[in-house]
Nanobody
Framework: QVQLVESGGGLVQAGGSLRLSCAAS????????MGWFRQAPGKEREFVAA????????YYADSVKGRFTISRDNTKNTVYLQMNSLKPEDTAVYYC???????????????????WGQGTQVTVSS
């Protein structure tokens, strides 16, 4: 079993920054794909970013490309999402997820992810 715990959410003004963290425990963390997703009120959960186990491949949703950066520290079993130039439309609950595979190219599909965190709220005021 794997447990994922997100932290770092909060309230920030538009143009500000936040860094989300997701700490994993349980089974070996380093050889798995990690992703971030978000769900805004009244909307479906959507892909934000993902990174492979070696940090050699990552993908971003078009809406966050150039503003968000995903990274991971396998020695700390933690994945990060640095969010800069935040916009009110970034307001959502952010979830980290683990894809229990060693694929080189991380998946954008929620169905590929095996474990999910409980989510952390990010609110961007205008």
């Amino acid at each position: 079993q794997v447990q994922l715990v997100e932290s770092g959410g909060g309230l920030v003004q538009a143009g500000g920054s936040l860094r989300l963290s997701c700490a994993a425990s349980g089974r070996t963390f380093s050889r798995y794909v990690m992703g971030w997703f978000r769900q805004a009120p009244g909307k479906e959960r959507e892909f934000v970013a993902a990174i492979n186990w070696s940090s050699t491949s990552s993908y971003y949703a078009d809406s966050v490309k150039g503003r968000f950066t995903i990274s991971r520290d396998n020695t700390k079993n933690t994945v990060y999402l640095q969010m800069n130039s935040l916009k009110p439309e970034d307001t959502a609950v952010y979830y980290c997820a683990l894809d229990w595979s060693t694929r080189f190219s991380p998946s954008l599909l929620q169905s590929e992810y095996d474990y999910w965190g409980q989510g952390t709220q990010v609110t961007v005021s205008s």
